[in-house]
């Protein structure tokens, strides 16, 4: 059983700053992506920062240079830092670990979500 607990929602100002944490618990391969997705109201979910075991790190166009993923492998958490917050920033944040094998099975965990909301 793995499970993802995220923390570090909450209310902003635009232009403020959070920082997100998911930890995993569990069994699972040492090998995997972990990322942080969002959905906000009316859209479909979408892909904001994926860091691999190795340190790679991918963002969504909407977020570079303002949103930071890190990783600490030892504590299996993956962190979001998100500065210059705007208001289209507003959704439920969601943490995910992934794990895809050699015969393209896949493992796929997801967090609760926690929301993110910035004022204008």
């Known amino acids: 059983q793995v499970q993802l607990v995220e923390s570090g929602g909450g209310l902003v100002q635009a232009g403020g700053s959070l920082r997100l944490s998911c930890a995993a618990s569990?069994?699972?391969?040492?090998?995997?992506?972990m990322g942080w997705y969002r959905q906000a109201p009316g859209k479909q979910r979408e892909l904001v920062a994926l860091s691999g075991s190795g340190g790679t790190a991918n963002y969504a166009d909407s977020v570079k240079g303002r949103f930071t993923i890190s990783r600490d492998n030892v504590k299996n958490t993956v962190y979001l830092q998100m500065n210059s917050l705007k208001p289209e920033d507003t959704a439920v944040y969601y943490c995910n670990l992934r794990t895809v094998y050699k015969d393209r099975t896949v493992d796929d965990y997801w967090g609760q979500g926690t929301q993110v909301t910035v004022s204008s």
């Open positions: 569990g069994t699972f391969f040492s090998l995997n992506n």
